[in-house]
C-alpha cells in the first residue's frame, strides 16, 4: 500500500487530499503553522513542517509549492529520494527536464496540470507520462487525461486557467444584468445559478454545442437577439487571444 505524501498542504495539496479515502496513508509537510493547524482539524491528516520526513517515509509524493519555493524544497529532499519514489509535481510551467534536475536522476516523476475545480471533486487533471497509481488518485478529484508534455502549455491555457475565464464571464454577465436594471444580488444570483446550471446540463448531456445553443435560440427571440453580439468576432477573438496569451506565458515559465 503506497503511503501518500504532500510537499505542500495549500489548496490544491487539500483539494486532492480530500478524494484520498484512507487518509491514514498520507503525511503533509508544509511550512505555514497555520494551514498545519487547518489540514490536521479538516482532515485529520498527520501534518509535518520536515519537507525531509515525507522524502524518507512516503513512496508517491506530490509537489504541491508555489514555483518558487520548488528550488528550496528540492535541495532538503533530493539526496533522500530513492528509485521506488513517485514525485508527482502539479506545479505550473515546471517541465520533467527542470524538475529532472532539480529532484535528481533516481526518482520517477510525473508532471500534472490540474485545476481548481479538484477542490469540488471535479477538476481536469492532464497527467504525463501515463501512471496508474496517479491517474487513479487524481482520478477521484475529477476527470484525468495523459498526454504528451508538449501539450501542457495548452492545457495550461486552457484548463488550467480556465476557471478564472468562466469566473469573468459569470462576473460581466451580472454587470450586464445590473446595467438592465436588475439589483445586484440577484443579478449574481442568475448568473451563478446559469453558469452551474448550463455547465451540468452539458456534461449530462453532452450533445454538439452548436446544437446545444441552436435549441436555446429560437428563431426571432431573444437568446437569438443577444447572440448576434456575442457571435461576432471580437468576442471569439477575444478567447482566442486569451487562451495564445496564457499559453504563451506558461511557454515563457517553462523556458525560464
Ligand atoms: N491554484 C490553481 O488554480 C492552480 C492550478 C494549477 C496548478 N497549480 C499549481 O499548484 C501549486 C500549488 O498551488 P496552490 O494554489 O495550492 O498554492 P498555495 O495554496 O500557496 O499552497 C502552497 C503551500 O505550500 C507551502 N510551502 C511553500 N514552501 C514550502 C516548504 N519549503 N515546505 C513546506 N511547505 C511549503 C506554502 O506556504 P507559504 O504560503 O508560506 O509559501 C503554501 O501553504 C503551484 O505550484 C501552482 O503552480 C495551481
Known amino acids: 500500500m503506497d503511503k ?7 489548496k490544491m495539496a487539500q483539494g486532492i487530499l480530500a478524494a484520498i479515502d484512507d487518509r491514514r496513508r498520507v503525511l503533509m509537510a508544509e511550512k505555514v503553522e ?9 482532515f485529520g491528516v498527520k501534518v509535518t513542517d520536515d519537507v525531509a520526513a515525507i522524502a524518507r517515509e512516503c513512496n508517491l509524493v506530490f509537489l504541491a509549492v508555489r514555483p518558487n519555493d520548488v528550488d528550496e524544497v528540492a535541495a532538503a529532499v533530493k539526496p533522500l529520494l530513492k ?9 505550473a510551467g515546471k517541465t520533467l527536464a527542470k524538475l529532472r534536475k532539480a529532484f535528481g536522476p533516481k526518482v520517477k516523476i510525473v508532471r500534472v496540470m490540474p485545476n481548481l475545480a479538484l ?8 497527467i504525463t507520462p501515463k501512471n496508474a497509481k496517479v491517474e487513479e488518485i487524481l482520478g477521484a478529484a475529477g476527470k484525468t487525461v495523459v498526454l504528451k508534455e508538449k501539450d501542457f502549455n495548452a492545457v495550461t491555457a486552457l484548463s488550467g486557467s480556465g476557471p478564472a475565464y468562466f469566473a469573468y464571464m459569470q462576473k460581466m454577465m451580472a454587470a450586464a444584468g445590473v446595467k438592465l436594471g436588475l439589483k445586484p444580488s440577484v443579478a449574481a444570483l442568475l448568473s451563478a445559478q446559469t453558469m452551474y446550471g448550463t455547465a451540468k446540463f452539458l456534461k ?10 441552436a435549441g436555446v435560440c429560437t428563431k426571432g427571440g431573444t437568446t437569438a437577439a443577444g447572440m448576434v453580439h456575442l457571435g461576432k468576432a471580437p468576442f471569439a477573438k ?4 486569451t487562451l495564445a496569451a496564457a499559453a504563451k506565458r506558461s511557454a515563457e515559465l517553462a523556458g525560464a
Not at 4 to 10: K, Q, R
Not at 84 to 91: D, K, N
Not at 204 to 213: G, Q, R, S
Request: aromatic share 4%; hydrophobic share 45%; glycine share 10%.
Open 4 to 10: 501518500i505524501g504532500f510537499l505542500g498542504a495549500g
Open 34 to 42: 497555520a494551514v498545519r493547524e487547518a489540514v490536521r482539524v479538516k
Open 83 to 91: 528509485r521506488e519514489q513517485t514525485l508527482v509535481s502539479i506545479v
Open 119 to 126: 477542490r469540488v471533486g471535479e477538476g481536469m487533471c492532464a
Open 204 to 213: 449530462e448531456n453532452p450533445i454538439d454545442l452548436d446544437e446545444f445553443i
Open 238 to 241: 477575444a478567447v482566442e487571444k
